[in-house]
């Protein structure tokens, strides 16, 4: 697992969306990207930050700025979830826990004990030529669109 910082190259990743397209990281070089990871689909925190993302998004895109949602759930869960609360970005589906080793977001998890392994919820912003400008380790999940528009001022 790597720690990625800020001023790194973000890592470069190709991965299904929510319809089965692939989607590739190096396909945004020239906009700004909020890439976010999330533990799962549909649940309190992860709908919580989504639909915040969701009712920013007019700002976000007015600003040239591209929202990418990614977890470890497939396409179906992330059709769902969409669907269910009408996001108007793009989820990958990490199936393979490619993306979430290569950011180093994949890491053992303790709930009441119990220990395994889950994505930690972390943002990564990435510039128009691909270099991680700011990393949010402790996001708010119902203030997220903040956090990012204050880094990017």
């Not at 895109?61 to 009408?86: C, M, P, R, W, Y």
């Not at 793009?90 to 709930?111: C, F, M, P, Q, R």
């Not at 994505?119 to 912003?125: D, E, M, N, V, Y």
């Amino acid at each position: 697992m790597s720690t990625l910082t800020a001023g790194e190259k973000a890592p470069d990743f190709t991965a299904n969306d929510q319809q089965g397209n692939a989607v590739s990281l190096h396909q945004f070089t020239g906009k700004k990207v909020v890439l976010y990871f999330y533990p799962k689909d549909d649940t309190p925190g992860c709908t919580a930050e989504a639909c915040d993302f969701r009712d920013n998004y007019q700002s976000l895109a007015a600003q040239g700025i591209v929202v990418l949602g990614v977890s470890v759930d497939d396409e179906k869960s992330h059709q769902k979830f969409i669907t269910k609360h009408n996001l108007p970005f793009t989820l990958i589906a990490d199936t393979e826990k490619k993306i979430v080793e290569d950011y180093g977001v994949w890491v053992e998890k303790n709930n009441f004990g119990k220990k395994y392994m889950g994505i930690a919820r972390k943002t990564f912003l990435i510039n128009e030529e691909g270099l991680i400008t700011h990393i949010i380790d402790k996001v708010d999940t119902k203030n997220a669109t903040a956090q990012v528009l204050a880094l990017l001022k």
